[in-house]
């Protein structure tokens, strides 16, 4: 297949590009001096792309490919890729799903446990010593007992997420677009409801323009002053700015982030708040499973051009054969 051009428009894992550039011929636009030279001179030849989530793959710049025929994208979020676009005009997009499932809901739950229970607060306790100048740490504000939780968008890793949070003894409840079958949680047909039920609101929901900014100030409203919010789905389904306004007015309690609207920027009020959770971007960020995902990177564009189809579409570019 090394007659098969394709593109890396950012960096990416170098297991990936390593495995790549064994079965075909590698361009590595991040690296070159002149990239719209590049472009211009060679992007009749260019079949595949393999990216990641931080380069833009909108409809501009895949558009300028007339002979692409796959993009694979490392992640199982997909909102830098314009997919809409790509099904319209008969490209496929893939993505990395299931393989990244279990290690994001543990995350989630350490990040739900982080912010409960106050405990890089305490953990800094410790290491300022406090412990020794001051004495115990106080008690925490709240706790998870007896506390009601809800999921924004109950799929994969919502799922994974619940089921974790059954065998803690906790009430859930959801908000899709759809009911799910599979559950017995209960659903609320729309966000504000789900958030005015609940103590916890977790966000595992897509991005993109359909979720853009859904969670804004009438959510944290409706999720109250002892409410926490956490999230560890997209930034872009956050008002940022209405969230900080949230936890500076008291309209909530606090936040558990593992993403961000403009990363790897994070808002300085954030980062000046001692009483919530900050981390970067870590859901699935183990070597055991990033390797997953990028295998599935490569077995994607592999099984592409040996003719046998994609393994992991996206729902706006199913395979037809
Ligand atoms: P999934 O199985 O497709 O689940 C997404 C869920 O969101 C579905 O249940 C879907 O239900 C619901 N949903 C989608 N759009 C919605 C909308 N506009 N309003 C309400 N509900 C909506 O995906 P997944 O594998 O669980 O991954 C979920 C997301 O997690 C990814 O897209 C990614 O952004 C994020 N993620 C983050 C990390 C991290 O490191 N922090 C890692 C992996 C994934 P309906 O279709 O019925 O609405
Ligand atoms: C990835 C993610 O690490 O899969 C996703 O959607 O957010 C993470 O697992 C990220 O997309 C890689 O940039």
């Known amino acids: 297949m090394k007659t098969v051009d394709i593109l890396a428009p950012g960096p990416m894992m170098p297991m990936v590009l390593e495995k790549l550039a064994e079965q075909f011929t590698l361009h590595r636009l991040w690296e070159?001096?002149?990239?719209?030279?590049?472009?211009?001179?060679?992007?009749h030849k260019i079949r595949g792309l393999a990216t990641g989530?931080?380069?833009?793959?909108?409809?501009?710049?895949?558009?300028?490919?007339?002979?692409?025929?796959?993009?694979?994208?490392?992640?199982?979020?997909?909102?830098?890729?314009?997919?809409?676009?790509?099904?319209q005009h008969g490209l496929v997009v893939t993505n990395t799903p299931d393989v990244l499932t279990e290690e994001v809901a543990d995350t989630c739950l350490g990040?739900?446990?982080?912010?409960?229970?106050?405990?890089?607060?305490s953990e800094?306790?410790?290491r300022d010593g406090e412990w020794v100048s001051k004495g115990a740490y106080p008690l925490t504000h709240t706790t998870l007992r007896g506390k009601k939780i809800g999921i924004f968008g109950l799929g994969r890793i919502g799922k994974a997420i619940a089921r974790r949070l059954e065998a803690f003894g906790l009430e859930i409840s959801y908000h899709n677009r759809r009911r799910a079958e599979d559950v017995a949680y209960a659903y609320h047909e729309t966000l504000a409801s789900l958030a005015a039920a609940v103590d916890i609101l977790i966000s595992v929901a897509p991005g993109g323009p359909e979720t853009h900014h859904i969670i804004n100030a009438d959510i944290f409203k409706a999720l109250g002053p002892k409410g926490i919010f956490i999230n560890i789905g997209r930034g872009s389904a956050v008002d940022e700015k209405a969230m900080?306004?949230?936890?500076?007015?008291?309209?909530?309690?606090?936040?558990?982030?593992?993403?961000?609207?403009?990363?790897?920027?994070?808002?300085a009020e954030l980062i000046a708040m001692e009483n919530i959770v900050l981390l970067p971007h870590i859901g699935s960020g183990t070597h055991y499973t990033r390797g997953l995902m990028g295998q599935l990177v490569v077995d994607n564009m592999t099984n592409w051009f040996s003719g046998k189809g994609p393994i992991s579409p996206v729902a706006e570019t199913p395979y037809k054969g």
């Open 32 to 43: 070159m001096d002149d990239k719209e030279g590049f472009i211009k001179a060679n992007a």
């Open 53 to 87: 989530g931080h380069v833009k793959c909108d409809s501009a710049f895949l558009g300028q490919f007339p002979h692409l025929e796959i993009i694979t994208n490392f992640g199982v979020g997909y909102d830098s890729v314009d997919a809409k676009w790509a099904g």
């Open 111 to 121: 990040l739900l446990l982080m912010t409960v229970k106050e405990m890089p607060q």
């Open 124 to 126: 800094r306790w410790l």
């Open 244 to 267: 900080i306004a949230a936890l500076q007015n008291k309209t909530i309690w606090s936040v558990g982030l593992d993403v961000f609207e403009n990363e790897p920027s994070v808002p």
